[in-house]
């Protein structure tokens, strides 16, 4: 397959726009008008609630504008310091299963924190990655990574967060994807002192080892950057 588009937009990227321009780019793929694409941002402070977010979930809904999408999931947040890669790939040339896909974004995300000695880990009860706290007690876990996606004609959009140094503060305005039991961290908050390109160069070198070769390529021209 031709190698996957990648870009990297500097500054912050406003999620409106940022939506309007995958849903185009996601028709265009499926019309074989345009190459597949990552898409890496960072977005101001907002909240996003998913198709199976539930009301009682957002704690604090006058502290940063609330978005709702079409993407699966619940109540998630993103703001700078949080890497987030858009997605957008033709699963009907590649293999059209929802499950596997999935599986293979948790994947990439564990393979990307493995590079910075933090292992990374799945839960068949929730969708994200995990990293196991022993320090804070028994059994306790923080949410590293969120994962979001929506597919329309087999082609996938929205993608992934990774917090890399957000202000963890700012989660507490919501119930991070509906799990009220477990805490959020960063790579920073677990002792890794790493900047986004950093983070951005190693996000392409894992996701090169699952999904194959990329391309890098100037980013989407929109408003907010």
């Known amino acids: 397959m031709p190698p996957v588009a990648w870009a990297i937009s500097d500054g912050l990227t ?9 849903e185009a780019r996601a028709a265009a793929i499926a019309e074989g008008m345009a190459p597949e694409t990552v898409w890496l941002v960072e977005h101001p402070p907002l909240y996003t609630a998913g198709t199976s977010a539930r009301a009682e979930d957002l704690v ?14 619940q109540y998630t947040y993103h703001g700078p310091g949080q890497r987030v890669a858009y997605v ?18 948790e994947g990439w995300l564990i393979a990307t924190l493995a590079e910075f000695n933090v292992r990374g880990e799945r839960r068949d009860d929730r969708v994200g990655v995990w990293v196991r706290r022993p320090e804070k007690g028994e059994a306790v876990e923080d949410k590293i990574a969120a994962i979001g996606i929506r597919v329309r004609r087999w082609v996938s959009y929205h993608g992934i967060g990774l917090n890399v140094d957000p202000d963890l503060s700012h ?15 960063s790579l920073v908050d677990l002792g890794i002192p790493v900047s986004l ?18 391309e890098r390529v100037a980013a989407p021209l929109l408003s907010g950057n």
Request: aromatic residues 10%.
């Open 14 to 22: 406003g999620y409106e726009e940022a939506v309007a321009f995958m």
């Open 60 to 73: 604090e809904p006058d502290r940063f504008p609330v978005f709702r999408t079409g993407r699966g999931g």
């Open 88 to 105: 957008m790939l033709d699963l009907k040339r590649r293999q059209p299963d929802l499950r596997r896909y999935v599986a293979a974004l």
């Open 171 to 185: 989660f507490s305005g919501i119930v991070p994807c509906g799990v009220r039991q477990h805490g959020v961290t």
């Open 197 to 214: 390109p950093e983070v951005d160069a190693t996000l392409r070198r894992t996701f090169e080892t699952i999904f194959g070769p990329t």
